[in-house]
């Protein structure tokens, strides 16, 4: 199972412009108003050892969860490292989603000793990731997290990258955003292109400057699939993500990410907040609540329970059926098959065309692939299982 542990619920020193927390999300707002108690980690803990899994993942959210402090993370550390000698416990490995602004070599050593796993929020260049990454005055950001990636290269530690993809990122173009990668040494990238369905003024504001054209994002959705394909040129590799997903669905294997779970992952990513609020997800949505329970009243792994779920996924499942997502050939396929999309007001009209297009792309491709080492062709999945 993979956990989202939120140390320090939503707070956060910067203000991104076009952050999904800015508006909104009063019930995991409310959930959040201290730093965790780590008896709400030993509860966490407790409920992961009753589950059948073998392999759990514990990844420190935000906000920013560094804010915590290092004395927290390293109490947090000494429970894991006493949970490994108990018997019977699942193997458990953590993992960091940081803005990097907190790093400095103290935080670094205590992340190597952890053998912690990072992934920093970095958008691209400067000029692209300092357009809506800064701190509450306005300052920028980029300055810090290139640091943050040289004391985490100089400690041996190869962070991960979280890119959102803005208008600004598609004026870039994907040669450029792909190259400013893989010379900061970074070996793996996800990208979130930044669709907005919130309403309120902020988030139109955010759309208005932020969100680039579908026919725009899609050109350059292209052109970095295509770059990730084939590596023509490249002076070194940068896997990402997203596309190694949709090719392993394409392909028949099981997906990994949530989104291209049906919403049958929806409930298995739980995210834990500082009072011991478990929600099935983080995207919050107003029509549906997603609190499940407390780890502080009840037992962690009877709130993951797919007892406890199946009222989420009827819902789901509803939402689906009036989206006409089930009747589609992409289905499972697609990203937008998640709560935050399919129970949204927005027309979801062009994020469907949107995905048409881009996994047609990628059969061609990998199509184009297989003539040149003798085959006539790949044998696609038209609907992915989970």
């Not at 935080?107 to 000029?127: C, K, M, N, T």
Request: proline share 5%; net charge neutral; with cysteine.
């Amino acid at each position: 199972m993979f956990v989202l542990v939120r140390p320090v619920g939503l707070a956060c020193q910067l203000a991104c412009r076009y952050c999904y927390y800015k508006a909104g999300h009063d019930q995991m707002w409310s959930s959040s108003p201290q730093r965790m108690p780590l008896s709400v980690v030993r509860a966490v803990l407790l409920g992961l050892t009753r589950l059948p899994e073998k392999h759990h993942v514990l990844c420190l959210h935000g906000g920013e969860p560094l804010l915590a402090g290092k004395d927290w993370f390293q109490g947090f550390c000494d429970l894991l490292e006493a949970a490994k000698h108990k018997q019977g416990v699942p193997r458990i490995t953590v993992s960091i989603q940081t803005n990097g602004v907190c790093l400095d070599r103290e935080w670094v050593d205590l992340i190597r000793r952890a053998s912690a796993g990072v992934s920093l929020s970095l958008d691209g260049p400067a000029p692209v990731h300092d357009a809506a990454r800064c701190r509450k005055n306005g300052c920028p950001t980029h300055m810090d997290v290139m640091r943050a990636i040289e004391m985490l290269m100089g400690a041996g530690i190869r962070p991960a990258a979280l890119a959102v993809i803005t208008k600004h990122t598609t004026k870039l173009g994907p040669d450029r955003f792909y190259e400013f990668f893989v010379r900061t040494g970074i070996s793996e990238i996800d990208v979130a292109p930044y669709i907005e369905t919130g309403e309120t003024e902020a988030e139109e504001a955010a759309r208005r400057e932020f969100e680039p054209a579908a026919s725009e994002l899609l050109s350059f959705l292209k052109g970095l699939f295509d770059i990730w394909l084939r590596q023509d040129g490249c002076k070194g590799f940068l896997n990402v993500r997203s596309f190694e997903q949709l090719v392993c669905v394409l392909l028949g294997y099981a997906p990994t990410l949530c989104t291209r779970m049906k919403g049958l992952a929806c409930g298995r990513t739980p995210c834990v907040m500082p009072d011991g609020s478990v929600f099935a997800c983080d995207l919050e949505s107003a029509d549906l609540n997603l609190r499940l329970g407390n780890v502080c009243s009840e037992p962690f792994d009877a709130i993951v329970s797919i007892e406890r779920l199946g009222d989420l996924h009827r819902c789901l499942e509803a939402g689906f059926a009036s989206a006409g997502c089930r009747s589609c050939e992409f289905f499972g396929l697609c990203a937008f098959a998640c709560p935050r999309f399919t129970l949204a007001k927005r027309r979801r009209t062009e994020l469907c065309s949107f995905t048409r297009a881009i996994v047609e792309h990628a059969r061609l491709r990998l199509n184009e692939i297989a003539r040149l080492i003798g085959k006539d062709g790949i044998e696609f999945l038209t609907q992915a299982t989970c």
